[in-house]
T-cell receptor, first 113, second 118 residues
Framework: DTEVTQTPKHLVMGMTNKKSLKCEQH?????MYWYKQKAKKPPELMFV???????INESVPSRFSPECPNSSLLNLHLHALQPEDSALYLC????????????FGSGTRLTVV | AQTVTQSQPEMSVQEAETVTLSCTYD???????LFWYKQPPSRQMILVIR??????QNATENRFSVNFQKAAKSFSLKISDSQLGDAAMYFC???????????????FGQGTILTVHP
C-alpha cells in the first residue's frame, strides 16, 4: 500500500460546528504532517508528528487540534472555525530518510460557512 | 531560513515539445534534498523527481530530468515529449536533512502553472 488516504474529500461546516479530518497510511512511515493550501498557493505546514509525538506546531490557532492515535492514523479536530479557514487540507507522511520524499493524500476541501 | 523561488508563475508548451521550469533556493546547509511535485486539478500532490544535494549526477525519471547546479543553488525541471496529462501546477521543494528524529518542514516555492496545448 503506497497511499495516504484522507476522509472526507469534501466538508462544509458552520462556524459553531465540531468536525474532524482523518488521514491514514500503511507504508510504515513514522512522520506525518498536516498542510493547509489556499487556491493557487503552495501548501503551508501546520503540524508535524514524529513517532506519534507532536514535534512541530507552526503557530496554528487552537481551533485546530491535531491528534496521532497510532503510527498509521492522523486526525485534525476542528472547532469554531472562521470562513478564512476554508482551504484544502493535505496530509502527508514520510520515512525516516526524508530524502525518499513525502507522500501526500488527495486532501479534504473544507468550506466554512 | 531556507527559501525556494519559482520565477515563472505560468508556462505553456505544445504537446510533444520540451519545457523547462526554473527553481532557485537559498540555504546555508550542505546536506539537503530537493523535489519537484506536480499537483493536477485532482489536487493530489505527486512526487515527480528528487535530488540529493551530495550527489552531483542529475536525477532522471523517464521524461523528467533536472539540472542541479549546487553552487548556483539552481534546480530546474525539464519535461521532454510533453503530454496533455502533464498539465498541472508544479512545485519545487526543499527539505533539510536533519537526520535522526528531527523531522523538518518541506519548504515550497510559489508554483508554476503548466499548460500543455494539443
Amino acid at each position: 500500500d503506497t497511499e495516504v488516504t484522507q476522509t472526507p474529500k469534501h466538508l462544509v461546516m458552520g462556524m459553531t460546528n465540531k468536525k474532524s479530518l482523518k488521514c491514514e497510511q500503511h507504508m510504515g512511515h513514522r512522520a506525518m504532517y498536516w498542510y493547509k493550501q489556499k487556491a493557487k498557493k503552495p501548501p503551508e505546514l501546520m503540524f508535524v508528528y514524529s513517532y506519534e509525538k507532536l514535534s512541530i506546531n507552526e503557530s496554528v490557532p487552537s481551533r485546530f487540534s491535531p491528534e496521532c492515535p497510532n503510527s498509521s492514523l492522523l486526525n485534525l479536530h476542528l472547532h469554531a472555525l472562521q470562513p478564512e479557514d476554508s482551504a484544502l487540507y493535505l496530509c502527508a507522511s514520510s520515512q525516516v530518510d526524508r530524502g525518499s520524499g513525502y507522500t501526500f493524500g488527495s486532501g479534504t476541501r473544507l468550506t466554512v460557512v | 531560513a531556507q527559501t525556494v523561488t519559482q520565477s515563472q508563475p505560468e508556462m505553456s508548451v505544445q504537446e510533444a515539445e520540451t519545457v523547462t521550469l526554473s527553481c532557485t533556493y537559498d540555504t546555508s546547509e550542505s546536506d539537503y534534498y530537493l523535489f519537484w511535485y506536480k499537483q493536477p486539478p485532482s489536487r493530489q500532490m505527486i512526487l515527480v523527481i528528487r535530488q540529493e544535494a551530495y550527489k552531483q549526477q542529475n536525477a532522471t525519471e523517464n521524461r523528467f530530468s533536472v539540472n542541479f547546479q549546487k553552487a548556483a543553488k539552481s534546480f530546474s525541471l525539464k519535461i521532454s515529449d510533453s503530454q496533455l496529462g502533464d498539465a498541472a501546477m508544479y512545485f519545487c521543494a526543499y527539505s533539510r536533512n536533519a537526520g535522526g528524529t528531527s523531522y523538518g518542514k518541506l519548504t515550497f516555492g510559489q508554483g508554476t502553472i503548466l499548460t500543455v496545448h494539443p
